[in-house]
């Protein structure tokens, strides 16, 4: 009788201590919100994904309510749609290029090529894309050096020649946020001699430029994802080298990275229609190195190195 009294006050005790833990988790869910992706310490390597996608699921639609609540870039729910809905695979088909040359770039590709040893197997962002082959500045990383890589180019008609291009690189038809959520913004499209011009038109600053440039104001509406939320989606956390050329938006896309999560190797960001200085003040502060002010026709840019990456190769 006894012996059954105190299984029976363990019994209770342990369901007592289950439905406080329960409470405990409970509560902070509630207040901690959704579980956040996050990469661990350790370097992700790219690694080819199998998208889950449901055809009557109105991916664009949850995309806007996204953006509505401007939930944090590493929402998993935002993370889940960028990765199975947003991001296209790369080509199986062959290449349809315009020309075949080794480098594409205005110059930047190779300077960043034998800075990083001829590394083979890295990964690229670029952004923007443009056609997917004038000026790339990923084409021969991908060609040659067998890299991976996400193209990233928000004017539906540049998209659509890089789709006919046949890259074998991931793609994605948005922009990068300038801010740290998701957002959908008024762009302004590009023309003639400066088609390549497209940019997000938002800002009177932004106003103002496309006046000065002349480009003309024709608007389209562009999603916009965070530069970490495309990495997250991919599961990648380690990028060699990223173009950034948004014609203008470069230091508040720059702004939304969290430097201490992913690692960015290299990058050539445009200064020509921001501020020089501001950028480079910026990234020297995140721990990076003004390696090169290159200034070709076609190329206005400042290529930037991390100072602590491991590095093998010449200055
Ligand atoms: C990851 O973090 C742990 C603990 O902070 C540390 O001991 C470990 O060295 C880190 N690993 C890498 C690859 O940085
Ligand atoms: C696909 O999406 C529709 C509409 O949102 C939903 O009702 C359905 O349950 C989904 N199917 C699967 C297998 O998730």
Same mark, same amino acid.
């Given at each position: 009788?006894?012996?059954?009294?105190?299984?029976?006050?363990?019994?209770?005790?342990?369901?007592?201590?289950?439905?406080?833990?329960?409470?405990?988790?409970?509560?902070?869910?509630?207040?901690?919100?959704?579980?956040?992706?996050?990469?661990?310490?350790?370097?992700?390597?790219?690694?080819?994904?199998?998208?889950?996608?449901?055809? !009557?699921?109105?991916?664009?639609?949850?995309? +806007?309510? +996204?953006?509505?609540?401007?939930?944090?870039?590493?929402?998993?729910?935002?993370?889940? #749609?960028?990765? *199975?809905?947003?991001?296209?695979?790369?080509?199986?088909?062959?290449?349809?290029?315009?020309?075949?040359?080794?480098?594409?770039?205005?110059? &930047?590709?190779?300077?960043?090529?034998?800075?990083? *040893?001829? $590394?083979?197997?890295?990964?690229?962002?670029?952004? =923007?894309?443009?056609?997917?082959?004038? !000026?790339?500045?990923? #084409?021969?990383?991908?060609?040659?050096?067998?890299?991976?890589?996400?193209?990233?180019?928000?004017?539906?008609?540049?998209?659509?020649?890089? &789709?006919?291009?046949?890259?074998?690189?991931?793609?994605?038809?948005?922009?990068?946020?300038?801010?740290?959520?998701?957002?959908?913004?008024?762009?302004?499209?590009?023309?003639? #001699?400066?088609?390549?011009? =497209?940019?997000?038109?938002?800002?009177?600053?932004?106003?103002?430029?496309?006046?000065? %440039?002349?480009?003309?104001?024709?608007?389209?509406?562009?999603?916009?994802?965070?530069?970490?939320?495309?990495?997250?989606?991919?599961?990648?956390?380690?990028?060699?080298?990223?173009?950034?050329?948004?014609?203008?938006?470069? #230091?508040?896309?720059?702004?939304?990275?969290?430097?201490?999560?992913?690692?960015?190797? +290299?990058?050539?960001?445009?200064?020509?229609?921001?501020?020089?200085?501001?950028?480079?003040?910026?990234?020297?502060? $995140? =721990?990076?190195?003004?390696?090169?002010? +290159?200034?070709?026709?076609?190329?206005?840019?400042?290529?930037?190195?991390? *100072?602590?990456?491991?590095?093998?190769?010449? %200055?």
């Amino acid at each position: 009788m006894k012996l059954l009294r105190r299984r029976c006050k363990a019994y209770y005790l342990g369901c007592i201590l289950t439905l406080t833990i329960g409470i405990i988790i409970w509560t902070t869910r509630i207040i901690m919100g959704p579980t956040k992706v996050q990469f661990s310490n350790v370097s992700h390597k790219f690694q080819p994904f199998i998208q889950l996608r449901n055809t !009557s699921f109105d991916y664009r639609e949850e995309t +806007m309510k +996204m953006n509505e609540e401007k939930v944090e870039m590493d929402d998993p729910r935002l993370i889940e #749609l960028i990765r *199975n809905y947003w991001i296209e695979p790369p080509s199986k088909e062959p290449y349809n290029l315009k020309k075949d040359l080794e480098d594409y770039s205005a110059g &930047q590709t190779p300077y960043a090529d034998s800075r990083l *040893n001829h $590394k083979a197997n890295g990964f690229f962002i670029e952004a =923007g894309a443009y056609d997917g082959e004038s !000026s790339s500045t990923s #084409l021969f990383f991908e060609k040659y050096r067998k890299w991976n890589g996400l193209l990233v180019e928000p004017d539906p008609r540049h998209y659509y020649t890089i &789709q006919s291009k046949h890259r074998k690189a991931y793609r994605i038809n948005a922009c990068l946020s300038t801010k740290p959520y998701p957002i959908q913004v008024t762009f302004n499209i590009g023309h003639g #001699l400066r088609e390549q011009m =497209g940019r997000i038109h938002e800002t009177k600053e932004a106003e103002e430029w496309i006046q000065k %440039e002349n480009i003309g104001f024709t608007s389209i509406k562009v999603q916009c994802f965070p530069l970490y939320s495309l990495l997250l989606a991919m599961q990648v956390n380690q990028v060699d080298f990223f173009t950034l050329d948004v014609e203008g938006e470069e #230091l508040h896309v720059l702004k939304t990275i969290p430097f201490d999560k992913i690692n960015i190797g +290299m990058m050539t960001v445009e200064y020509i229609h921001s501020s020089e200085e501001e950028i480079t003040r910026f990234l020297e502060e $995140k =721990g990076y190195r003004k390696m090169i002010k +290159m200034r070709t026709p076609g190329c206005a840019d400042i290529i930037f190195r991390k *100072n602590d990456i491991p590095f093998i190769g010449y %200055e």
